[in-house]
């Protein structure tokens, strides 16, 4: 059986190993921005009468809903505020597995127009490629056409000319469509891209996952992390969901859906970091000298501050000092 952590979702802590993760958040966030405008030419193209499929329509809708979302939360990067951050991060990774599905779709569709002979093409959004692409309706598939005249002796007024087409040597098929040079490149340049798409979800994820901690390591009484003894941390340990009923951040509609963004991978969330590295990019809040600090003292303060630690020892100033 495969060791656990390969199954984890992966933590980085840097972007790129040179740029934090707030900054590559702020620069993925703004290439999805980019992405998205396409959304809105599409519609713009379909006002000036071009012909749009079903499909094609609804991907410039989605498109465009997901340009504006994208473009409202992008401010709260900066901000860090832990929600808008959360659901930015799963709209991005929901976003991925939808662009997905609509590059698959259509690259089949592309390549299945590309091997049908004219007029066959049955799969949809076949009709709009072939349009807009600006292919042809040939009658016959050749791939050259000479011209020579009849009869062979010479032309003489009056007489016709024959057009004679030479089949072309590889037969309209799938494969063939697939297999050729530019399909190969392209194929592999998005499965290139692809990948790097994934690093992106990844980044994303890690960065609301350090807002989200950050926020409840500044706001929640206790972060669970540890136990009230030895101040240990424990793989198993589950921090305080801030999206609990009851709490300030879980009521209405953004409680219900912060319960249910963090449901997916608790421990992911919620759980706890051997090194602590996730303290990082807090602003200062936290310096070595308090993450070293000795065991036991924090449990200390807390009971100092609320009046429960050990009584104070009384000074005898009746005592008289030594002459």
């Known amino acids: 059986m495969a060791p656990s952590h390969i199954w984890e979702i992966p933590r980085p802590r840097t972007f790129l190993q040179q740029m934090s993760l707030r900054t590559g958040a702020e620069i993925i966030t703004y290439l999805q921005i980019i992405n998205k405008v396409s959304g809105i030419y599409g519609l713009v193209a379909l006002l000036t009468g071009a012909h749009i499929d079903g499909w094609q329509l609804s991907m410039y809708l989605y498109s465009t809903a997901a340009l504006v979302a994208t473009i409202f939360l992008y401010k709260h990067i ?9 659901l930015l991060a799963h709209l991005y990774a929901i976003d991925s597995v939808i662009n997905a599905l609509y590059t698959a779709f259509f690259g089949i569709a592309w390549f299945y127009t590309l091997a049908a002979q004219p007029g066959e093409s049955t799969v949809p959004g076949a009709h709009g490629i072939s349009e807009n692409a600006g292919f042809t309706s040939p009658t016959y598939n050749v791939s050259k056409v000479d011209v020579v005249a009849e009869p062979t002796d010479g032309l003489k007024p009056g007489q016709n000319a024959i057009a004679v087409g030479h089949g072309a040597d590889a037969g309209a098929g799938l494969g063939n469509a697939v297999f050729q040079s530019g399909s190969i490149m392209s194929i592999s340049l998005i499965a290139g ?21 950050q926020h409840i390591a500044a706001n929640a009484s206790s972060a669970a992390w540890y136990t009230s003894n030895n101040m240990q941390t424990s793989a198993t340990d589950l921090a305080e969901n801030p999206f609990n009923e009851g709490k300030e951040d879980g009521n209405g509609w953004k409680g219900k859906l912060g319960r249910a963004m963090l449901s997916g991978a608790p421990k992911y969330w919620l759980g706890s970091d051997e090194d602590g590295e996730w303290m990082r990019g807090v602003g200062g809040k936290f310096k070595k000298s308090q993450l070293e600090q000795p065991i036991g003292f924090n449990e200390r303060e807390r009971r100092r501050r609320s009046g429960t630690g050990p009584p ?7 005592q008289e000092l030594p002459r």
């Open 78 to 86: 900066r901000l860090q505020s832990p929600f808008e951050t959360l």
């Open 312 to 318: 104070v020892p009384q000074l005898n100033l009746a």
């Open 193 to 213: 891209f692809w990948a790097l798409r994934v690093y992106f979800v990844f980044i994303m994820l890690a960065f609301a996952r350090q807002c989200l901690r």
